[in-house]
């Protein structure tokens, strides 16, 4: 356990130190992007006939403040602000701080392509158990096929398609928004029935557009244990085929949670194309409109908060393996 | 049952593989009988068939290879090349037990020796498990470990000696009798191939096994084997008493293996390495000897009639040349 405890200490100080790194970075990024939306309001209040004078004060008017001060005091003000969870306000959203607006994208985001995620990654690696075992017949050249074939479709066609099929051709599911307005929001049948019909299709499109890369990792794996010698020895010492079953599978998965801890931190970056085509209001949709709107605060925040999810699953998968795989626990390398 | 050292008659044995150009055979028309109680060496180069004769024990061929015919009689057991499913998954590890070379990974590298220790005892329906627990503490503290400590490690907290030990305790802790080790010492240390094969033979003689030791290696089995049989490819050359057969090598290849090895004292020259090379799948002979082409006594009957095995004494030996000698 203390080993445990200290592996955690040492992620957490460099993780911290990391965070700290890509905020200073993304600030001074942030700040020298060209373009500049109060500015860009002026601009646009002006060349929609108002005066100069005029223009500057409706644009003060509606965002609150002018940005003042030298980029040192800004920073300054910033990362102190960062250590008490402060993102700053956002800047197309007058009023409205930074954390509120991601932590309101942020649930539309995380559910579905969670669910998609872990959807996929259960099905695929049950599959791709199957496709090596398999590997020389028919189902085991199908299953490898269907992985191949979905994982080479781009999100977006793959979404267009669900939509074309279950929304258009056969009109059985919802693809427009994340919930129907009709319904209170709340602890109610009908607000969280609609909830999941909504969430159908961009489920399954997350799910299916991954579940290509889950069954070929894992079939990979799987044929890279079946060849290794303690299977065969396993074998000689007339084990049980459920016990030898279980060696493969535990041995086959432990490189995949590497990949699954890495997509988990990066869902926080949302999927752009899918939240679009679905009008999920998600982080990537967010992070879009901030980009194209000049909202420094929010481009700020939204960046942070990847970083920050996949250093925390980073960790999370650090931690993972010294509890599922002895050879990290005692830090010597497995010959 | 009736546990004590079975005998094991291996007749007309032949294994093949599926290749590209067809099913070639990787040990041809193999007929040996290990005797109750005896330590059998198997000698041979890469490729000869040794560890492909050592699977077929256990009926263990790996695909792409089938063993075509013949018959592995093991007494108490029956012809383990007729047995199939649960009835050759008990016959393994129960009976007979299969030691891994030491540099092959024969552990699980997640679980423990002891939980590895437990799931072989729940496959092969072990009621007290506790009392196989102390049995294979008792092994590992027969052969000179700490037997708590090491059912408690990893695959990779244990060195090469461990790890054949080990290999070796689970060989041996469901109370099989007849027991096959592939290169026990390959990839080890002098002075650890010392005590392995110290160990191999006084567990040996204290259960009363029937012991096959395969390896590339002709000390080990001058060190260790009552009985030597040496292959080439495929077939059985020569077998015959291990002290016989080294002090009085009668075959071309057993002479020759002999004279290569380079003794401690006088000059290296006087090892002579065999000229060419050893067949491969592919290239051993489809008809006549395995060996002429290397051989120094060819003669034109060697081209085309494959040499039957036959008894001189105690050897057994497959050789025109040696038959002509002893007919003249």
Redesign the interface.
Known sequence: MTVIARRLAGHLARGFVMILVVATISFFIVNNIPGDPVAARYEKLVEGGMSPEAAMQATKVMYGFLPSGSMGEQYVDYMSGLLRFDLGVSVTRPGTPVLDVLTDAAKWTVLPVLLGTLLSFLVGVILGVYAAIKRTGKLGDALAISGSLLHGIPQYVLAMLLVVIFATLIPILPHDGPVDILFEPGFNAGYLGSLAEHAVLPVATYALSAYGGWILAMKSSVVTVLGDDFILAAELRGMKRSIIFRYIARNAILPLFTILALSLGLLLGGAVFIEKIFNYPGLGLLLIDSITLRDYALMGGAFLLITVSVIVANIVADLFYTVIDPRVRSGEEAS | MAKQAPGVRIDGLTVVYKTPAGELPAVRDVSMELAAGTITGIVGESGSGKSTLAFSL?N?V?PPGRISAGSVEIDDLGNVVSFQGEQL??????HIG?V?QAA?????????VGKQLL??G???GVEDLRGLVREAKELLGRMGLDGARVLDS????LSGGMRQRVGIM??LVLNAHLVVLDEPTTALDMITQATILRIIREVHAERGLTTMIITHDIGVVAEVADRLAVMYGGRIVEQGPTREVLADPQHPYTRGLIRAIPRLTGDINQAQALPGRPPTLTTVPKEGCVFRERCSLRMDVCDTVDPEAIPHGDRIIACHAVKVKEHA
Do not use: I, M, V
Not at chain 2, 89 to 94: F, M, V
């Open positions: 256990l263990a790996q998954r008990k016959a393994r590890g129960a299969y891994f092959q990974n024969s552990l699980n590298p997640l679980k423990t799931d072989l729940r496959s092969h990893h695959q990779h907290e689970l060989a």
